[in-house]
Structure formats: C-alpha cells, structure tokens
C-alpha cells in the first residue's frame, strides 16, 4: 500500500515545529549559558616522545603493563604534570627476558627517583616529565647494576650480566687511651660502601641498621671503599671474586681522630665557611664553621691530609695537614685572606650569556665550588696567583627538545694582583656511534665503552664517559666536544679493543662495525 505521503510529511512538519519551540524555550538559556565565560579546563594530553605514534602510546598508558613505584615522591607523582613514557626492555647475556628488574631514574635520592620493574616479559615502562633526562640505573637479583641512557621509541633493550655476591658487616674500633684494651669492634649502622670493578664499574651501597650489607658484583677484582663520619675511612683492595660465587668479607674501621678548628677572617672569626679534609682515599669529611669560627671535623684518618677552606669574599686556602694517631682530637687556626673580584662570562655560539650554565672550579683535583655561572659571590673566591681548572656545562630545553652543550674545561690563572676575568663560549658537539660485533660478526649487547679525550692537557680534559650498547650491539652517545677521542671497547666474555673517532660540530661519527678479534 503507497503511504499518504502528503500526510506523512504534514505530520513530520508538524514535530519540526514542536522541536523549535522547545529550542527557543529550552535551547537559547542553555546556548547562552554555553558562551558564557568559563574556567578553562586543563587540556589532557600525552607528550609524544620522538616518533612514536600517539596509538602506541595511547595503548601502554592504558595496559597493565605500567607499575607504579611506592617510593615516588608527591613531586613525582603529580599529575598535573604531564609524563612521557620511556619503553624498553631488560634482558640477561642470552636475551632472555628478567622480570622484577628495577629501573630508576639516576637523581638526588633525597628528591626521590622515579622507577618501574620488568614484567615477565623483561618489558617496563618509565614515566618522566619533559625535564627529566632519561639516564637510569637498571638492577636485578644475581645480576650486576647498569646505567644506561634510554633510547627513544620502544624497541630499547638493555642487558644485564651475571656476577657473584660480595656481603658482609661494616663494623667500627672506639677510640681508647693509651694502656686500656681495645674492645672489639661495633657494627656501623648505615656505612657506606663505594665498590668499583674492572672496566669503569661502579656503585655504592649503605650498610643496614645492623652494619650489613650484600650486592652482586661484576666478576673479578674489586676495590671496596668504606665511610663512617664517625670512623676513620678505609679503602680495601684485596677483593676478587668470580660469577655466581659468593664472598664474605667484613670491614673493620679504625677509630676516628677529631679535629677542633677556627676559621679567622680580616680582623674577625667567619661564620660560614666550609671546611673539608681529604687523604688519599678522599676521605671528605668537612663542616659548616659555626659562631666565632668554629667547626669540628670528626671521623678523620691519622696520616697525611689537606685540609681546604672557602668562605664567599676571601679566598679559598688549602693546607698540608698531620692527623695524629695517638690523641682522641687536635685544634688547628686556619686565617684567610680577602679575596679579589673575579667575573666569569659563559655564553652560547651566538654571545648570548648563560647566567644557568653550570661551573665547576678544581685545584688539584678538589672541587673549589660548584655553582652557577650568575652566582658572583661564590665565584669569587679564587686565590690570587694560583692556577684552576674551570669547566662549563648547560642544558635546556627548548620548545620540548632537550639541548646540551658538552662541557668545556679551561686552565685558568688568577693574576697575582687585582681582579680576573673568562669568558667561556659553549659551542656544540657531536656524537659518536658505532656497532659492535662478536668475532663471528653477531650483535654483541652490554659491552661497555670507555670514551677518553685525546691530545688535550690533561687540565682540559673533559671528563671520561661510559657507554653501553643494546641488544643489537649499537652505541650512540651524548654530544662530546669537537676533537679526537680514545674508545676502549670491552666485554667479559670477549676482552678489550681500541679505536679513536674524530668528532666535529652537529655531526654524527660513525665508526661502523667494530669487531672483536679471535681470542
């Protein structure tokens, strides 16, 4: 049957006409009420880390794969700053997956680390704020710790290596006069332990509340430096173990000798100065002079030291220094003199100042200050006619890119009379990258390069780095500075080779494939 269609559109014309009025009753209050000015709502987003797609990314925020860590702090945990998230994965020599694996974000443990563990998979994934540089420290049960710098995207895979088990008690001697008998020695709570192993390895560990302690080390020698600012440190070399063995050792610390200082100004004692004694295994133990001066330094080693001074208008001294080992304490004056002005200038390659730049001011091999370069009161503390090594790094991030210049280091000396002056000019660097391979030319992953600066005084040197490669034996570094660098490339299994890259500016050197030789 053919519907009334005159009638069928009368009747549809007819609910137009109820839906208008509704509209005009209903409708404009609430069209005016939706142009009204509003809060604006904070946009939700997900920063996008290098190419990943925003569908990928999408997935993992919603997967159960994320694992919050309990020891975030509220800084980090705060949600109203957006996080992007860094995927990898963990795996052994063999690659296979290791669940449990611990990934934390390298930082000042006081501020709290952001962290994340392994699924079964050997998957994790980090979540970090665009201020957060994505160097981490990468541990599991009966593997060694790594650091690593993640790689953007999701196909990082990082590799850990078996070692043995060095444990033990940090135990302490009390200080006795002469003619009583020594007791035996009391646990340390919460000594620390600094270890380091062949090829630039590295950690450190705090003894528990009963002095003990327990980590799984590289295989072979260890050096074992342990610190008490109660007790005299003490550095052990004796240690070697081999993978999957187990090692007992227990440390014993001497007793502890005090120093009572005063730290004369012009005519007057200062307040505020910072007082540090360093021996030959940079044992730093130093203090704050309080009123009149004073400042008392416990836990020192008898023996040769240097004790240095440093007080913002004066400049910084250092002097020889011998602890005695048959007296409980010793004092010591330690005068200084008023220093000249010194203004240093770091700018990027275009002359524009850095005020943010850091600066880092050594004489023999003891850090003077560590500041910024807009903090003048503290810069200028140089002693007149003395030689330093100053060195100049920054980063930032521009327009959600993260942009380093490499430090430059420079040998300064400050004039014998009046005020000093340097500028330093941060240009950038370029990386180094290569594949590393086994004899055979297989991936090799987890092999540990160590990148040295070559032709430079050793005064300008920039520091030496470490790097590691993935899983499919790659390696790609931060920007070094322009010149030549030394590359020392090792692996447990399969020794050590040498080779050299030529950096230049905004390039990337490629060494290519790097193989190791038949052994």
């Known amino acids: 049957m053919i519907p009334n269609r005159p009638h069928e559109y009368g009747f549809s014309m007819w609910m137009v006409a109820v839906l208008v009025v509704l509209l005009v009753i209903i409708g404009l209050p609430a069209l005016f009420l939706s142009i009204a000015p509003m809060a604006p709502m904070p946009p939700v987003a997900i920063p996008v880390t290098g ?3 925003q569908s990928t990314i999408e997935e993992f925020m919603a997967s159960e794969d ?4 309990e020891t975030l702090t509220p800084a980090d945990n705060d949600t109203d700053r957006p996080k992007t998230p860094w995927i990898g994965y963990v795996g052994d020599a063999l690659a296979r997956p290791i669940a449990g694996a611990r990934i934390t974000l390298r930082t000042n443990p006081e501020e709290g680390a952001a962290s994340a563990i392994t699924d079964d998979r050997g998957k994790f994934v980090l979540l970090l704020s665009a201020d957060q540089f994505p160097i981490v420290t990468i541990e599991a049960e009966g593997y060694y710790q790594s650091t690593a710098e993640l790689e953007e995207g999701e196909s990082g895979t990082y590799t850990l290596f078996r070692g043995g088990t060095l444990r033990g008690q940090v135990r302490g001697h009390i200080f006795v006069l002469r003619g009583q008998e020594v007791p035996d020695p009391e646990p340390i709570p919460g000594a620390r332990l600094e270890i380091a192993g062949i090829n630039g390895w590295h950690t450190k560990i705090l ?15 260890l050096v074992a430096t342990v610190r008490s600012p109660l007790h005299a440190d003490a550095r052990f ?42 021996n030959d295994i940079r044992d730093e133990a130093d203090a704050i002079s309080a009123e009149r001066g004073m400042v008392k330094i416990r836990g020192l080693a008898s023996g040769m030291a240097k ?25 010591r004056p330690f005068p200084l003199l008023q220093s000249q002005p010194f203004q240093l200038t770091v700018t990027d390659p275009q002359g524009n100042a850095l005020p943010e730049a850091r600066v880092r001011i050594r004489r023999q091999g003891i850090t003077i200050v560590d500041t910024t370069a807009s903090d003048q009161e503290w810069l200028s503390v140089l002693a007149s006619g003395k030689t330093y090594q100053v060195e100049a790094r920054h ?68 520091p030496p780095r470490l790097l590691q490669t993935n899983r499919a034996g790659v390696f790609r570094s931060e920007p070094f500075a322009t010149g030549r660098w030394g590359l020392t490339i090792s692996h447990t299994q399969l020794g050590t080779m040498t080779t050299e890259a030529l950096v230049e500016e905004n390039k990337t050197s490629s060494l290519g494939e790097l193989r190791f030789p038949p052994r």
């Open 51 to 53: 190419s990943m797609p």
């Open 237 to 278: 070399v004796d240690l070697e173990i081999g993978r999957d063995e187990v090692l007992d050792r227990d440390m014993i610390l001497a007793a502890g000798v005090i120093l009572d200082g005063f730290v004369l100004g012009k005519e007057m004692t200062l307040a505020g100065a910072r007082v540090r004694v360093f």
């Open 207 to 221: 003894a528990d509340d009963h002095g003990n302690y327990q980590i799984t080390v590289p295989p072979g020698k």
């Open 66 to 69: 994320l694992i919050a860590d």
């Open 307 to 331: 004790v240095h001074v440093v007080h913002p208008g004066y400049q910084e001294t250092m002097w020889d220094l011998i602890i005695p080992s048959d007296v409980i304490g010793f004092r």
């Open 395 to 462: 980063a930032q991030i521009v327009n959600g890119w993260h942009t380093q210049y490499p430090p430059r280091i420079f040998r300064y000396t400050m004039p014998a009379e009046g005020s000093g002056e340097l500028t330093i000019e941060l240009r950038p660097g370029g990386r180094i990258t290569g594949v590393v391979q086994a004899p055979n030319g297989a991936p090799v992953p987890g092999a540990t390069i160590l990148v040295r600066a070559r032709d430079v005084h050793p005064d300008e040197a920039s």
